[in-house]
């Protein structure tokens, strides 16, 4: 089985950065992909920013891009959502997922982030 464990959620005021961090351990082999999501009260959870494990392509919603940035570090396991240009609209707990056609798609707890003045 596969864990993520999420990890620098936080209070930011409008225009400020936050990076996330997504450790995965376990039986890995089998993800392809990584994503972020995040769900805002009374919102449906959304795909904010996906990465594949073999060539790297990344992916956006439009309402983040050009603002945040996924990234990951293949020896250390981790994936990254670099936030900048925060907006009080980002607030929302984010998510981390595998996505794995093998053993089913794996997520993360959260992490809470909360844009606010």
């Known amino acids: 089985q596969v864990q993520l464990v999420e990890s620098g959620g936080g209070l930011v005021q409008p225009g400020g950065s936050l990076r996330l961090s997504c450790v995965a351990s376990g039986s890995i082999s089998s993800i392809y992909k990584m994503c972020w999501y995040r769900q805002a009260p009374g919102k449906q959870r959304e795909l904010v920013a996906s990465?594949?494990?073999?060539?790297?392509?990344?992916s956006y919603a439009d309402s983040v891009k050009g603002r945040f940035t996924i990234s990951r570090d293949n020896v250390k396991n981790m994936v990254y959502l670099q936030m900048n240009s925060l907006k009080p609209e980002d607030t929302a707990v984010y998510y981390c997922k595998g996505v794995s056609h093998l053993m089913g798609d794996y997520w993360g707890q959260g992490t809470q982030v909360t844009v606010s003045s």
């Open positions: 990465i594949t494990e073999d060539d790297y392509i990344t």
